[in-house]
Structure formats: structure tokens, C-alpha cells
């Protein structure tokens, strides 16, 4: 089993950055794809990008496409993601989760992700 504890979360103007880490303990990370998802009050939990175990391979939701950026270290067992142009309607919970099976597949499916943090609260005033 793998527990996940993100941080970094925190208050910031519109136009702004913040960089979130999810840190991973246990063997089992290498091999796995992570995700990154963001739930705001009141609406489903949705996907926001996800980076293949190797880290070659990354997917985004279109609304971060070209602001979000995730990365990993797996020798330091935790994965990134740098936020730029935040906006206002990317105030959420972001949580980091581990895909349920190892490979090389990168999934957007929450369903697919078996391992989650506890969250961290992302808020962008305008």
C-alpha cells in the first residue's frame, strides 16, 4: 500500500503561482502512474493531469492545458505540479492519487486511481 501527503496549497492573487508536491512512502510508486485531481465545493472531482510511471507521458484536462505542468521524482518519491495564470476557477481541493494497477497507461478516469492524499486547498482570489 502507498500513502500520499500532498502540500503547498495556500492562498494567491489571480495571475499567480503555486507549486503543489504529493510525497509518496512505501516501494510501490515507480512503477505506477500518478494523477493529480481538484474537487471545488459543491461539484464532482474532476481530473487535471496525470504523468506516466516513467514520466515521458503526461495528460491534461483542457482547462490547465498550457498553465499546469506535472512532474515527478522518483527517487525522491513525489510528484509535482506547477501551476501558473492561476485563476479564480481553480480554487479547489487538489488531491494526488496512484493508479490502481502498474504500467505504462496514463488514465483521466478518477475511478481508475485507488490510492488519494488528503488533499490540499488551492484558493485564487480575484
Known amino acids: 500500500q502507498v500513502q500520499l501527503v500532498e502540500s503547498g496549497g495556500g492562498l494567491v492573487q489571480a495571475g499567480g503561482s503555486l507549486r503543489l508536491s504529493c510525497a509518496a512512502s512505501g516501494r510501490t510508486f515507480s512503477s505506477y502512474a500518478m494523477g493529480w485531481f481538484r474537487q471545488a465545493p459543491g461539484k464532482e472531482r474532476e481530473f487535471v493531469a496525470a504523468?506516466?510511471?516513467?514520466?515521458?507521458?503526461?495528460r491534461y484536462a483542457d482547462s490547465v492545458k498550457g498553465r499546469f505542468t506535472i512532474s515527478r521524482d522518483s527517487a525522491k518519491k513525489t510528484v509535482y505540479l506547477q501551476m501558473n495564470s492561476l485563476k479564480p476557477e481553480d480554487t479547489a481541493t487538489y488531491y494526488c492519487?496512484?493508479?490502481?494497477?502498474?504500467?505504462?497507461?496514463?488514465?483521466?478516469?478518477?475511478?481508475?486511481?485507488?490510492?488519494w492524499g488528503q488533499g490540499t486547498q488551492v484558493t485564487v482570489s480575484s
Open positions: 492519487a496512484r493508479d490502481r494497477t502498474p504500467g505504462v497507461h496514463i488514465s483521466t478516469a478518477r475511478i481508475q486511481y485507488d490510492s
Open positions: 504523468i506516466s510511471w516513467s514520466g515521458t507521458s503526461t
